[in-house]
C-alpha cells in the first residue's frame, strides 16, 4: 500500500518506528502516532464495519468523539472492545482487530444488510420482530445480536489492577488547548493549587493540530513553553490522558486516568487506569469544540473525514488521508483545511461552500465553488470524487478527488456544564449549543464557550484562570495574552443536510441512522428529540451522539417546521466517554471485594478441622468433619455429642455492646420490649427489640455485670445495625440519657460451652463456683480462666442444654478454646459448628434469622408474654394496632412430615389438606428445617395461620419450585426437652 | 456529594448512611388518642423537591448521627448539625 506519510512536520518521531498489527497483519507506524493515524500512514483507510448495514466505515475524526473507527485492542484479559483508533497511542506490540466483520474486513456477508436497506429502516426491530411472541428470546434476539454488535468483551479475568484516587484543588482546568493552557497558568500563577487535565496523550489540545502562529512562533513552541513553566510551578499538577468525564454535586468531578493503556502490559505495581474523584473549588471548562459532519450523499464513505481532523492528520501526525482533496464546508473551518493541506504539498481540487461565499483568506489556486452542494460521494474501493450541484442547476457537476474534508459548524463541548440538569442555550448566529447561562463553580471557556478565534480563546482563558483563583481565594489578574495574526472571523450558515442527495446520507454513523429516517420517526409520531434518539437509535451507543446530535434536531427541526431550540437537545450524562468496568471497580475485585472478618477463634477452628462459611463478612466454623464425613453426618455426631456430653461452639460473631452509665437501665428499657429494671447485678436477661413499627427487630442478651454496666449480645446478622440503632436512640431522641457504649465485638473471644458435662469441664479451668446454687441459671460474672485470664461467664443456652458462654479477650481465644479442649477430652469434648448449633435450636424451637425475618411479632414467636405494658419504648405504640392482635396471623409452629423420611425445604408454603394452591389458599411457609438426631426425621419451624390452636393437624406442604409436596403434622415448636429439665440441670 | 460533618469536617457522602426525614417527632404521648401522632411519626414521608432535613450518620468516621440540611434535587447542603443539637 503506499504510504501516506509526509516528508516532514509533525510532532511524531521518525527516528522511533513502531511495530503493531492489525487484523493480524504487521503494520509499522511512529512514536507519536495514533492507531489511527499509523493505519492512514499506511494507506488503511478502511477501518471499520458499520452497525446495521455492514458498511465499510473509515476514521472521521482524530479525537475523542470517533464513531466509526472502534476495535479490539489487546489480547486474552487485555481485550479492550470498542477502543477508538483515534484515541489509541501506537506502542510496540499492539494488538488490534476490526470489529463487526464477517469473515474479514474487506469482504463482509453482512453487507448484505445494505442491499435490503429499504426493510431496515428506523424502528424496524419493533416491527419486524414481533411475532410469533415466542421466537423474541430464541430466534429473533440472538441472531439480532450476532448480526448488529459492537467488540466482544473478552471472557478471561483481566490481569492487569485498576486504582481509584481522590485529588482535592483550588482550580480544575479541564482541557489543554489555548484557552485551558492560559487558564492553568493564570490560576498557577496567583498561587492556587491547580490541576490541570486533558484527554489527549499530549497537553496542547488542538494547538497540537494547527498551523496558527502565537507570538510569531508555531503553536507547538507556545505549548511547549507554557507547559514548561506550568511544570515549574510546584502548586501545578499536569495530567495528560486523564478524560474528565462527569460533573456532579459538591463541585466533584469525575476522571479517568489512562496511566498504562500506551504500553503492552503495565510496569510492576502500577495500575492500567486510574478512576479520580477530583474535589474542586472552582472548575474552568475548556474543552473546545466538535466539529459537525455535513449530511450528504455518501458521507459516511472511508475518507470523508472532519476538515479539523485532516488538519489534525496532516499538521500533527504528517500524514494526509489521500492525495487530492476536495473540501465541503457552510463555514470557515474548511477554508482553514485547504490551507493546511496545500501546504503540505497535496492537492486539493476545489472548495464546495454552501453559503453564497464567504470572507476567509481563500487558498491561493484552489477553485472556490459558492452557492452548492455535494449530493453524492462517488467511488467504491476508494473515492474518486464527488458530484457537486450548484444553485439552481439541475445537474451536477463531478469533481475528482481521493478525500473528502467537511464541515458543517461547531459544536462546543459543553456536556460536562449540562451534567447537573441544566439546559443549553442556543446561540442562532454561530449555530450552536452554548453552556447553560449559569454554572456556578464551573466557568466555561473558549470554544466550549463559543469563542471560535485563537485570540479570543487565549484572551478568555486568561481571564477565567484569573477568575476561578480569585474566586477560590486567592488574589489574582488576567495575564498577558500572546499576539496572534491569523485570526479569522467565523461564520457560518446552517446545513443540517443536502436535500439533493442522490445516495444514501448518514446522520449517526455509529448507529447507520439515515437522512431518512428522522423524518420518518416524526411521521410516526416520536416527534421529540428524545423519542426520536429512541425509535431511530440515534445518538446512542459508545459516542452518543457526538458528532450526530445537533444535526438529528436540525433535521428534525426542519422536518416538523419548528426551529433547533424549539427541538433542543437529548440529555447530557455523564459519562461524557466510556468508562471501563475495570476502572469503576478498581481494587474492590475477588478477595477485595470486601473484608473478610476472621474470630478471633479463627486459629483454633482451622487445628480442629473446621469447614467455614460466609456469614456477612464472617467466616464461621460450620462443622468440623471427621474423615468420611459429610456436613450432615459431621452435624449430626456433633449433636449427639452436645446432647449427651460435652462441645464447644465459636460464637464470637455475636454483636457486642459494652454500655455504662447512670441511665444505662432506662435506655435499656426504651430500647427492648421486656423490662431490666429488675434484672439484678449478675444476672443475664433474654431481650427482644422492636422496631417502632411493632415488628420485630432483634433479639439477644443483657448482661448486667455491675450496678449501672451491661453487657448487650445481638445476633450476628444485625450486629452493625443494632448498634447504630443504639446511637440514634441516644443522639437522636434521647441525648439526655446519661450513657456511653461501644462496640466489643472483636474484643472479646466468646465460646459456648454446652452439654450436661458443660459445668465439668468448666470447672476444670475456672476458679470460682459453678454450682447451680451459686451460679444458676442465667448468672453472669467475672471469673478468672487457668488461673489468671480475666473473663466472663454467662450460664445462658441456645442449644436447650445446660449451657454457658465464656468470653475471654480476644487474644487469649484460641489457648482458652485449645485448654477447654485438653481438659474435657476426659468427656468426648468435640468442638461443634453453625450447623448443629442450627439443628440443636430449631430442635427446641427457639427463633432465629427464618423467624425474624421483618414481618414477625413477639405475639407471632409466643414471646407475646415478654412485651411490657407498664413502659415506653421503641415500637410500643405500633405493635397495639389492632390487626396485629386480630388472632387471624402466621404464627411459629413446628411441622414435621408424616412420612419421617421425607426431606422438608425452608420457603415451602403450607395449604389446608386438600386445599388449591392460590395465592387465596396460602395458610403460611417454613422458616427453618433440620435433620434431627434426635427425632430421626427432618423437622422444621413455620409460621402458619392461627397455628397455635392447629397444633395436631395434618397439613400440605407445596413447594412446586423444587417440585416437591407432602403431608406434615402441625406440632409446639419446641421439638426436645420442653419442660426444659437439662437448661436448669 | 459532600457533607461537612462537625467533628470531622468535609468528607464524601459515601462516608455517611442515610436513614430520613428528620422533621418528625417522636410523640410523647402513648395514650390512645395519641395514635394519629404515632401513624404520622412512624408512616408518613414528605419527599419535597427542595429543601429538606435529614438524618444521616458518619458511619464511615466518627458514627456521630447528623441532621443535614439539603437540596433534594441539587444536593447543596445548607447545614450539619449533630442531632444531639438538632430539634426537630
Keep these: 500500500m503506499t504510504s501516506r506519510r509526509l516528508a516532514q512536520g509533525g510532532l511524531i518521531d521518525r527516528s522511533r518506528p513502531i511495530r503493531f498489527t492489525f487484523d493480524h497483519k504487521s503494520f509499522a507506524g511512529l512514536a507519536g502516532d495514533t492507531l489511527a493515524s499509523a493505519l492512514l500512514a499506511n494507506g488503511r483507510m478502511l477501518m471499520a464495519r458499520s452497525f446495521k448495514y455492514h458498511r465499510p466505515r473509515g476514521v472521521v475524526t482524530a479525537g475523542a468523539s470517533e464513531p466509526n473507527a472502534l476495535m479490539e485492542i489487546g489480547e ?176 466533584v468531578f469525575g476522571a479517568l486516568e489512562r496511566v498504562n493503556k500506551h504500553v503492552a502490559v503495565p510496569p510492576a505495581h502500577e495500575p492500567v487506569e486510574r478512576y479520580w474523584r477530583i474535589i474542586a473549588k472552582q472548575a474552568v471548562m475548556a474543552t473546545g469544540a466538535e466539529e459537525r459532519p455535513l449530511v450528504f450523499g455518501g458521507n459516511d464513505k472511508p475518507g470523508v473525514m472532519q476538515a479539523s481532523a485532516i488538519r489534525a492528520y496532516v499538521n500533527r501526525y504528517a500524514v494526509t488521508p489521500g492525495a487530492r482533496a476536495v473540501v465541503f464546508t457552510n463555514n470557515s473551518s474548511g477554508y482553514r483545511t485547504a490551507r493546511d493541506v496545500l501546504a503540505a504539498g497535496i492537492d486539493v481540487a476545489a472548495i464546495i461552500d454552501a453559503r453564497d461565499g464567504g470572507t476567509e483568506t481563500h487558498a491561493a489556486g484552489v477553485p472556490l465553488i459558492a452557492d452548492a452542494v455535494v449530493t453524492r460521494v462517488v467511488g467504491r474501493e476508494r473515492i ?35 451534567h447537573k440538569g441544566d439546559k443549553p442555550v442556543w446561540d442562532a448566529e454561530r449555530a450552536c449549543f452554548l453552556p447553560p447561562s449559569s454554572t456556578p463553580g464551573l466557568i466555561p471557556v473558549g470554544a466550549a464557550a463559543g469563542a471560535l478565534t485563537l485570540s479570543q480563546c487565549l484572551k478568555d482563558g486568561s481571564a477565567a484562570g484569573a477568575r476561578a483563583a480569585g474566586l477560590a481565594g486567592f488574589k489574582a489578574t488576567s495575564i498577558a495574552v500572546p499576539e496572534t495574526r491569523d485570526d479569522e472571523p467565523y461564520s457560518i450558515r446552517p446545513l443540517w443536510h443536502v436535500r439533493q442527495s442522490t445516495a444514501k446520507a448518514f446522520v449517526d454513523f455509529q448507529n447507520d441512522v439515515t437522512l431518512e429516517d428522522i423524518p420518518l420517526a416524526a411521521r410516526e409520531g416520536f416527534n421529540s428529540i428524545e423519542l426520536v434518539k429512541r425509535f431511530t437509535t440515534s445518538g ?40 471501563s468496568f475495570g476502572a469503576l471497580t478498581g481494587a474492590f475485585r475477588a478477595t477485595h471485594y470486601q473484608p473478610v ?36 453426618a459431621a452435624a449430626t455426631r456433633e449433636v449427639m455429642a452436645v446432647r449427651q456430653s460435652v462441645g464447644i461452639c465459636d460464637v464470637s460473631t455475636l454483636g457486642k455492646i459494652d454500655l455504662q452509665g447512670s441511665d444505662a437501665t432506662a435506655l435499656l428499657n426504651r430500647l427492648y420490649c421486656n423490662g431490666f429494671s429488675t434484672l439484678q447485678p449478675g444476672k443475664a436477661r433474654y431481650g427482644l427489640m422492636l422496631r417502632e413499627d411493632g415488628f420485630l427487630f432483634d433479639d439477644g442478651t443483657v448482661s448486667h455485670l455491675a450496678s449501672g454496666h451491661y453487657f448487650i449480645t445481638t445476633t450476628t446478622a444485625n450486629a452493625g445495625r443494632v448498634m447504630s440503632h443504639i ?35 468448666l470447672e476444670r479451668v475456672i476458679a470460682e463456683d459453678l454450682a447451680d446454687a451459686a451460679f444458676p441459671y442465667l448468672g453472669a460474672q467475672a471469673v478468672t480462666v487457668a488461673g489468671g485470664i480475666p473473663a466472663r461467664l454467662f450460664r445462658i443456652s441456645f442449644s436447650g442444654e445446660l449451657a454457658y458462654e465464656l468470653s475471654v479477650p480476644a487474644d487469649h481465644g484460641n489457648h482458652v478454646a485449645r485448654l ?111 435433620w434431627s438426631p434426635m427425632l430421626r426425621q427432618w423437622i422444621g419451624l413455620a409460621l402458619l395461620k392461627r397455628g397455635r390452636e392447629r397444633h395436631g393437624e395434618i397439613v400440605q406442604v407445596y413447594d412446586d419450585l423444587r417440585n416437591s409436596r407432602m403431608l406434615v403434622e402441625v406440632t409446639h415448636p419446641c421439638f426436645y426437652d420442653r419442660e426444659n429439665l437439662k437448661l436448669h440441670g | 456529594m459532600l457533607i461537612d460533618c462537625p467533628y470531622c469536617g468535609e468528607r464524601l457522602s459515601e462516608e455517611f448512611t442515610i436513614l430520613g426525614d428528620a422533621t418528625k417527632q417522636r410523640p410523647a404521648g402513648s395514650g390512645a388518642s395519641d395514635i394519629d401522632a404515632w401513624y404520622d411519626y412512624v408512616f408518613i414521608r414528605d419527599n419535597p423537591k427542595g429543601r429538606h432535613r435529614e438524618y444521616w450518620q458518619h458511619t464511615g468516621g466518627c458514627r456521630a448521627w447528623l441532621v443535614v440540611e439539603r437540596d433534594t434535587l441539587t444536593h447543596q447542603v445548607y447545614a450539619v448539625t449533630p442531632a444531639r443539637d438538632a430539634s426537630a
Design chain 1, 727 to 761: 446511637e440514634f436512640c441516644h443522639q437522636a431522641l434521647w441525648p439526655e440519657l446519661g450513657v456511653q457504649y461501644v462496640s466489643v465485638t472483636d474484643q472479646w473471644a466468646q465460646i459456648a460451652v454446652a452439654g450436661p458435662n458443660a459445668r465439668r469441664v
Design chain 1, 384 to 418: 474518486t470524487g464527488v458530484n457537486v450541484l450548484k444553485g439552481g442547476a439541475t445537474t451536477a457537476d463531478r469533481i475528482e478527488a481521493d478525500f473528502v474534508a467537511m464541515s458543517g459548524g461547531w459544536n462546543p463541548v459543553i456536556h460536562l456544564s449540562c
Design chain 1, 76 to 251: 486474552r484479559g487485555r481485550r479492550d472492545a470498542n477502543s477508538r483508533a483515534t484515541m489509541v497511542e501506537l506502542y510496540d506490540g499492539l494488538f488490534a482487530v476490526s470489529q463487526n466483520r464477517w469473515p474479514s474486513l474487506a469482504f463482509d456477508l453482512g453487507a448484505v444488510n445494505g442491499l435490503a436497506a429499504s426493510i431496515f429502516v428506523a424502528g424496524f426491530y419493533y416491527k419486524t420482530f414481533m411475532w410469533p411472541k415466542s421466537f423474541w428470546e430464541k430466534v429473533y434476539e440472538p441472531l439480532i445480536r450476532r448480526a448488529a454488535g459492537l467488540g466482544r468483551a473478552s471472557h478471561e479475568p483481566d490481569p492487569d489492577a485498576y486504582e481509584k484516587a481522590y485529588a482535592h484543588c483550588d482550580v480544575l482546568v479541564i482541557g489543554s488547548g489555548p484557552a485551558g493552557l492560559m487558564a492553568a497558568l493564570a490560576a498557577g500563577r496567583a498561587g492556587a493549587r491547580v490541576i490541570f487535565a486533558d484527554e489527549g496523550s499530549r497537553l496542547g489540545g488542538s494547538l497540537l493540530a494547527e498551523r496558527e502562529e502565537i507570538a510569531g512562533d508555531s503553536g507547538f513552541a507556545f505549548v511547549a513553553a507554557t507547559l514548561a513553566e506550568l511544570e515549574a510551578l510546584p502548586n501545578v499538577t499536569l495530567m495528560p490522558r486523564t478524560t474528565v468525564f462527569g460533573w456532579f454535586d459538591g463541585n
Design chain 1, 597 to 632: 472478618r476472621k474470630t478471633p477463634l479463627h486459629e483454633w477452628c482451622e487445628e480442629m478441622g473446621a469447614v467455614f462459611m460466609e456469614a456477612g463478612l464472617w467466616l464461621r466454623s460450620a462443622w468440623f468433619p471427621k474423615p468420611g464425613e459429610d456436613w450432615r
Design chain 1, 820 to 930: 477447654l479442649m485438653s481438659e474435657g477430652s476426659g468427656f468426648g469434648i468435640v468442638p461443634y459448628g453453625v450447623e448443629a448449633l442450627s439443628i440443636m435450636r430449631i430442635e427446641k424451637g427457639h427463633v432465629a434469622g427464618g423467624e425474624l425475618n421483618g414481618t414477625t411479632t413477639p405475639e407471632d414467636l409466643g414471646l407475646g408474654r415478654m412485651v411490657s405494658r407498664n413502659k415506653d419504648f421503641i415500637g410500643r405504640m405500633m405493635g397495639e394496632r389492632e390487626a396485629l392482635k386480630a388472632g387471624n396471623r402466621d404464627v411459629l409452629v413446628g411441622v414435621k412430615p408424616v412420612e419421617p423420611d421425607h426431606q422438608l425445604r425452608a420457603g415451602a408454603h403450607l395449604l389446608t389438606r386438600g386445599a388449591v394452591a392460590s395465592l387465596d389458599n396460602d395458610q403460611g411457609y417454613v422458616t427453618s428445617v433440620a
Design chain 1, 540 to 579: 446512542m451507543g459508545t459516542d452518543q451522539g457526538k458528532l450526530s446530535n445537533i444535526n438529528a434536531s436540525g433535521i428534525l427541526a426542519e422536518a416538523t417546521g419548528r426551529t433547533v431550540p424549539e427541538i433542543g437537545t437529548t440529555t447530557f450524562r455523564p459519562f461524557y466517554t466510556p468508562v
